[in-house]
Structure formats: C-alpha cells, structure tokens
C-alpha cells in the first residue's frame, strides 16, 4: 500500500503518495480535480521496476493552496519537489492538465526529465481547437447528506459517471463535499486554456503520447499532430476509451506504459 507523506513546497505543504519499491522513479502528475491515488493500478503493474511517486498538485487532494493556479506555479512545484527529494532525470508521467505541467516541466528543467507520458494533455488547450477546455462546476453542491447523494447531485449536471470526481470526496462535520473549492478549479482550468506547443516542441527526450479516440477534451486531429511535429515521440490511440483513459481500459494504458519504459 502507498504512504502518503508531505513535502513542503515552495511555502506549501504538498501531499504526495510513494509507492516504494527499487524501481526507476517515475513522477505522476494527476489533471484537475484529480488525487495521488488515482494511480494505484499503474503503480501495481510497473511494479517492482518502477517506483511511482504521485504528487497532489496544490489545491488538489490533501495539498495547501495559496491561490495561484497559473501553470507556472504547477510547473514550479514539480521542479521543486523532485530537487528536494534529490531526484532526476525521472520519466514524468502526466494526465489531462497533469500532462501539461508534464511537458512543460521537460521543456523548462531538461535536467529534471528523462522521458515523458502523456495521457490526453494537448499542446493546444482554447476553442475550437479543444471543444471543452473547462468545465463548469460553480453549480455543483457544497455538502450533500450522503456520498450517494452527492454522486446523484453531479450526475444530474450532465455528468456521467462521478467516479473519478468522486475520488476527491470527503466526509467533513457538515457533509459530503470535495477536497478541491470549486471557485479554485474554476480559476485552474481558465488559466490553463491557452497555446502549449512551444512548450510541447521545446523538449527532446523521449515521449509516449496517449489519446482516447472518444476524448471530449483532445480531438484526433491534435494528438495525430502532436505525434508528427515532435521528434521522438510515440502516439498509442485507444478506440472506444474517453479523456480518462487510465480507467477506460486499465490494462492497455499500464501495458503502453511499461513498453514504453522498457524501450528507453
């Protein structure tokens, strides 16, 4: 089982789960209204070669916030975190805006990135070019009597299916609710829409490139262009998987994964 531990960070006290092992690290970046644990299967199937090492980005999971949610300051706590537990070159593996703050770390500290994974993180993040860049949550409960309830409440807003949000559930003295506020989220995802790709063609290490075919985040057409203009980069498209390709189909993301580790 991982052990959640606590880094401070910049002035922040940031959650992250160690998955332990002898393995080569890897670095795991979860997307917005993500958590650390998300991660668990992938770590049991790279396991023992690989160590997973989940950070909780700030406002996220059991990580502080300070209100700055800029992608600059994601990509800053991920350069600080890993010199402070003295690692890199690591393969940083990220998901959604995860994937974002992946590519743009590799981009900023090369020092720090070995190789890159990135799940449905795309180097063009506006309208058209990306359908739906944010995601209204201000009409999402604050509380609700019961975690079911709370699961009929977002699934009523066109939702569905909760789970993933679910993970960032917690029971507080008043409730149901999410670990995330959700005006915090809000002002992430606004901050994030913008052009990524010289971040995204900046870098030269080897990366793995992962696309749901059903995403409603990342069109086809990005992840096939993100491919082609990158040197080095490997794109594994998953038919009949979503923006959540990890849980779509769990073993096929674990399996590019670890080929793509054991290719490096």
């Given amino acids: 089982m991982p052990v959640e531990r606590h880094a401070t960070v910049r002035g922040l006290r940031l959650a992250y789960l160690d998955f332990g092992g002898p393995g080569e690290p890897v670095l795991a970046l979860h997307g917005h209204f993500g958590r650390a644990r998300m991660f668990t299967p992938l770590a049991a199937a790279l396991a023992p070669g690989h160590r997973v090492i989940a950070l909780e980005l700030r406002g996220h999971g059991h990580s502080e916030r300070d209100g700055d949610f ?60 990306a359908p739906n860049p944010v995601l209204d949550v201000t009409g999402w409960p604050r509380r609700t009597a019961t975690l079911a309830e709370l699961r009929r409440e977002i699934e009523s807003r066109g939702i569905p299916d909760a789970s993933y949000f679910l993970e960032s559930a917690a029971e507080h003295p008043d409730g149901w609710g999410f670990l995330f506020d959700r005006a915090d989220m809000m002002e992430s995802q606004r901050a994030l829409i913008g052009d990524w790709w010289p971040d995204w063609l900046a870098s030269t290490c080897p990366a793995l490139l992962v696309h749901g075919r059903d995403s409603f985040v990342m069109p086809t057409a990005m992840a096939v262009e993100m491919a082609e203009r990158r040197p080095g980069t490997v794109l594994r498209e998953f038919p009949g998987c979503g923006h959540w390709v990890h849980d779509d189909d769990p073993d096929g993301f674990a399996d590019a994964v670890r080929e793509f580790l054991a290719a490096l």
């Fill in 70 to 129: 800029t992608p600059d300051a994601y990509v800053a706590d991920a350069a600080a975190f890993l010199r402070g537990l003295g690692l890199g070159p690591v393969t940083v593996l990220g998901h959604s805006m995860g994937g974002v703050v992946a590519f743009r770390l590799a981009a900023r500290h090369p020092d720090l990135v070995r190789a890159l994974v990135v799940e449905e993180g795309g180097a063009l993040n506006r309208q058209p070019d």
